[in-house]
């Protein structure tokens, strides 16, 4: 059975959850602000004295129940994670115990939360693919495959965290849930740079095209600019992401508790740009 107990960690369980719980708190507040930005973007047009909000009909529900979706994980999270914290600071005899015991429906609502947030956010990314480029699904077929892949890690982590089968005392980094955590993160990182790429290169290659035609027709049209803004946004949002993703995958490699407040961060990160574009 791998437990943390049997080997000393530099960085003890206790401290990286509380560590989590801070960096979690603290991103979620920056996430707050990016959520009402979006949720504006979604829910009202025009600007000045012609700004109005959109009736039923004109909302892209889609986008909308996606990003209330991620927000009531966000923030259901964020207060079970402070309740986890209080179980074990507070009431509990023996923090570390209580904080190892993976069948607690804590530990696993906390997975499905993290899971079902990054698995919503790469559904986003993949659906605004498809639709740069014409729905044209030969375009994402890559980008499914590991879509489908990450469904599939993320259901059997789950499904081990939950088996009665499962040694009850154990971390993230044991034997029986870490490479499925390895799988999972590995996935996400290379499905987000190979979509974020492709959406990139389209809108690039958009760019480019528009351009050479205004320099033919003389024209003063300000779309370039425009989607220079649109390639900046889409690149920084994806990179902030896939590097929280990429570092959790390799505290995960290594064993550290590093893991608690990495994949922590990885739950508040998410593409509300996409949401909104």
């Known amino acids: 059975m791998s437990n943390t107990t049997t080997n000393p960690n530099p960085f003890p369980?206790?401290?990286?959850?509380?560590?989590?719980?801070?960096?979690?708190?603290?991103?979620?507040?920056?996430?707050?602000?990016?959520?009402?930005?979006?949720?504006?973007?979604?829910?009202?047009?025009?600007?000045?004295?012609?700004?109005?909000?959109?009736?039923?009909?004109?909302?892209?529900?889609?986008?909308?129940?996606?990003?209330?979706?991620?927000?009531?994980?966000?923030?259901?999270?964020?207060?079970?994670?402070?309740?986890?914290?209080?179980?074990?600071?507070?009431?509990?005899?023996?923090?570390?115990k209580e904080l190892l015991n993976i069948a607690d429906w804590i530990n696993i609502a906390r997975s499905v939360n993290q899971t079902v947030a990054m698995i919503l956010g790469d559904f986003v990314l993949i659906y605004r693919c498809w639709i740069v480029y014409g729905r044209r699904w030969l375009v994402i077929t890559p980008s499914l495959i590991l879509y489908l892949g990450n469904l599939a890690m993320a259901a059997k982590l789950i499904e081990v965290e939950a088996n009665p089968k499962?040694?009850?005392?154990?971390?993230?980094?044991?034997?029986?849930?870490?490479?499925?955590?390895?799988?999972?993160?590995?996935?996400?990182a290379i499905q987000n740079i190979l979509t974020t790429a492709i959406l990139i290169w389209r809108i690039w290659r958009v760019e480019k095209q528009s351009e050479r035609f205004m320099n033919h027709s003389g024209s003063m049209v300000h779309q370039p600019r425009h989607l220079r803004k649109v390639i900046r946004v889409i690149a920084e949002s994806g990179a902030a992401y896939t590097t929280c993703v990429f570092v959790t995958f390799l505290v995960s490699v290594t064993q550290s508790n590093a893991l608690y407040p990495t994949s922590d961060m990885v739950c508040d990160t998410k593409r509300e740009p996409q949401l909104s574009g």
Do not use: K
């Not at 504006?40 to 959109?54: D, K, M, N, P, V």
């Not at 009850?168 to 029986?176: A, G, K, P, T, V």
């Not at 870490?178 to 999972?184: G, N, Q, V």
């Open 13 to 96: 369980l206790t401290a990286a959850q509380l560590s989590g719980n801070f960096c979690e708190t603290l991103f979620y507040g920056m996430y707050l602000v990016t959520f009402t930005f979006c949720a504006r973007t979604l829910l009202i047009t025009g600007s000045g004295r012609e700004e109005r909000w959109l009736r039923l009909h004109e909302i892209r529900w889609t986008m909308m129940i996606v990003a209330l979706t991620l927000f009531a994980i966000c923030t259901f999270d964020t207060a079970i994670g402070l309740l986890h914290n209080f179980h074990a600071f507070v009431q509990s005899e023996d923090a570390e």
């Open 166 to 188: 499962t040694h009850r005392d154990i971390s993230l980094n044991s034997s029986q849930i870490r490479p499925w955590w390895l799988a999972f993160f590995a996935i996400t």
